[in-house]
């Protein structure tokens, strides 16, 4: 098996990065495609220190059990202010009705969407614009982050 990292751009102007047979496509900065999970950014707001982004996660693939990480895991779940470069951990998640400080599960079912929302605490200045959110996830045989880039708040 060929494990090299290979990129290639679709008809559609998606570009695609393939590696050990798993797919990212990136649709604008608010949409990502990767490990069979579709990763909808719906809104991302300030309400006094707190961030909160607010996702649809829908999987592509074979039914799931879905795992969601805050910030606490590798601290892999977080965002970075393009204004000063300060970098929150995310403090909770919510996968449908599931809430937690370190992680939810939940099963997903093929092409049915879950809300999601991953709330970071700490931000003591105005946030006007993210310059990466990323967040952790295991599902479809791994652990994978997704990643977001250059996105202005709500």
Do not use: W
Request: net charge neutral; hydrophobic share 30%; with cysteine.
């Amino acid at each position: 098996k060929d494990e090299t990292e290979k990129k290639e751009t679709r008809g559609n102007g998606i570009q695609i990065k393939v590696e050990e047979d798993n797919e990212t496509a990136v649709e604008g900065n608010r949409v990502v495609t990767t490990n069979k999970t579709k990763v909808e950014l719906l809104k991302i707001k300030q309400v006094g220190q707190k961030i909160e982004c607010h996702f649809r996660f829908t999987n592509v693939g074979p039914d799931v059990q879905f795992y969601l990480y805050s910030g606490g895991y590798y601290n892999l779940t977080k965002l970075i202010d393009t204004n000063n470069g300060l970098e929150y951990s995310a403090t909770q998640v919510e996968l449908g009705e599931f809430v937690n400080n370190g992680y939810v599960v939940k099963t997903l079912i093929t092409n049915n969407p879950v809300t999601a929302k991953i709330t970071f605490d700490g931000a003591a200045t105005k946030v006007k614009k993210i310059a990466r959110l990323t967040g952790r996830c295991m599902g479809h045989g791994g652990y994978f982050v997704f990643e977001m880039r250059d996105i202005v708040m709500d």
